[in-house]
């Protein structure tokens, strides 16, 4: 992790270097928090800093973007649940496979290059080729985050409920 140190002042070299016992000590913290769902209130205090997206344009508010530093336990945290979300994702086989935004190995690119063969190879054939493309501006800002935990614990609740009959 290269970041630049939280309101904590603690910079991430110092949590990859604490050594086995910390590292165990700090799990029991985190995995404590994951097991109470509580976060301690000064893991989730940010200092917000506003990074303009074109140097050149720094009238339109738009082309700002924040950026929030915030302590290097949560960021910590934030990984640990990136990885076991990605993992619930792709082992129940919740997200297309053709979906390459915001995933492990794959590019928004790797669609393109999809839709270019696909289009190359109806050309071949004299076929005529359609395509619709959008991209979904500041979509995760929109999700409604109850219903999508709702729906998480509905699916890890047939996966289990499937293990039970099958034994």
């Known amino acids: 992790m290269k970041s630049a140190a939280g309101i904590d002042k603690l910079n991430n070299n110092l949590l990859k270097n604490i050594g086995p016992n910390g590292i165990n000590y700090l799990l029991k913290i985190i995995n404590k928090s994951f ?3 509580t976060i301690l209130p000064e893991w989730k205090i940010a200092k917000i800093t506003m990074i303009p997206k074109k140097p050149n344009d720094s009238h339109n508010i738009d082309n700002y973007r924040p950026i929030s530093l915030t302590c290097s336990i949560i960021k910590v945290i934030e990984k640990l649940v990136k990885f076991r979300l990605e993992k619930f994702l792709e082992e ?17 690119i790797d669609n393109l290059f999809y839709f270019k ?12 080729v359609c395509g619709v493309i959008f991209d979904i501006e500041k979509a ?18 047939r996966k289990s409920q499937k293990k039970l009959q099958t034994g």
């Open 140 to 157: 995760f800002d929109k999700v409604w985050h109850n219903g999508l935990f709702w729906k998480m614990d509905k699916i890890d609740k």
């Open 92 to 108: 129940n086989k919740i997200i297309n496979k053709f979906q390459s935004g915001f995933r492990r190995g794959k590019s928004t």
């Open 35 to 37: 097991k109470e769902n």
């Open 117 to 128: 063969q696909k289009c190359l190879e109806y050309f071949a054939q004299k076929m005529l």
